[in-house]
């Protein structure tokens, strides 16, 4: 069973790519030379920050909730992978998206438990931060 990262819109979100499977090894002479073990990406990261969000009651349209958020968390965990929607990369150049969710079978899972910062009653800041990686299917 797959779940889905509740249909949320970022306020901010930073990623980086990532890298084909590779190993280095040193001889005993100091010589280094690496092999690569797969020919596809993995271990892309993405981080997404949900500023100023309602804890039960949605703000604003697309906004969602932090117990949405750790309700889907506690769903989970760290372990079992799931997939984003599209409002997730929404304002960002198709091109760009493309790469991130390259290759289309990457599964995501947190990296970390979301953190969540109070600003006042009812209205929290979320940040998560998620690792892409290859689902075995």
């Known amino acids: 069973m797959t779940f889905k990262f509740p249909p949320m819109r970022p306020t901010t979100r930073s990623f980086r790519l ?25 271990g892309y990261i993405v981080e997404f920050t949900f500023k100023n969000i309602g804890d039960a009651v ?41 790469l991130i969710q390259a290759p289309s079978n990457i599964l995501w899972r947190y990296a970390e438990p979301p953190t969540v910062q109070s600003v006042k ?13 290859l689902s075995v299917s």
Request: glycine letters at 12%; zero cysteines.
């Open 121 to 133: 009653f009812g209205v929290s800041t979320v940040s998560v931060k998620l690792v892409g990686e």
């Open 18 to 42: 990532g890298d084909y499977p590779t190993k280095t090894y040193t001889s005993l002479s100091g010589a280094i030379f690496k092999r690569q073990f797969g020919n596809k990406q993995t």
């Open 58 to 98: 949605e703000l604003r349209q697309f906004s969602g909730t932090t117990r949405e958020i750790l309700e889907h968390f506690n769903n989970v965990g760290t372990y079992l992978g799931f997939t984003l929607g599209d409002r997730m990369f929404a304002g960002m150049d198709e091109s760009i998206e493309s």
